[in-house]
Nanobody, 115 residues
Framework: QVQLVESGGGLVQPGGSLRLSCAASGFTFSNYVMSWYRQAPGKERELVAN???????NYADSMKGRFTISRDNVKNTVFLQMNSLKREDTALYYC?????????WGQGTQVTVSS
């Protein structure tokens, strides 16, 4: 079955960096778009970035220039490098993919930006 397992979250000071990973299994990873979403307390889930099967990337405006999404189609893993983190980046970060009519989410990894 499809599994998406995130890791790499944690507590970081403002201005710091984190690298999130999402290990995928149960499908042909290299064929599909992979995305990162996030949800802050009291807010709706929002798109952070996505990457096509060929590596074309797309970012939410507030993440452009600070976050970088990448993928390793050999290791079936998608990454999110987050730099210059701000308090408002505090959220639960989710890995996502859509396979036809089916949508899959990971369990999320918590990122907390605080001094």
């Amino acid at each position: 079955q499809v599994q998406l397992v995130e890791s790499g979250g944690g507590l970081v000071q403002p201005g710091g960096s984190l690298r999130l990973s999402c290990a995928a299994s149960g499908f042909t990873f290299s064929n599909y778009v992979m995305s990162w979403y996030r949800q802050a307390p009291g807010k709706e889930r929002e798109l952070v970035a996505n990457i096509s099967n060929r590596g074309r990337t797309n970012y939410a405006d507030s993440m452009k220039g600070r976050f970088t999404i990448s993928r390793d189609n050999v290791k079936n893993t998608v990454f999110l490098q987050m730099n210059s983190l701000k308090r408002e980046d505090t959220a639960l970060y989710y890995c996502h993919t859509r396979l036809g009519n089916y949508v899959y989410w990971g369990q999320g990894t918590q990122v907390t930006v605080s001094s």
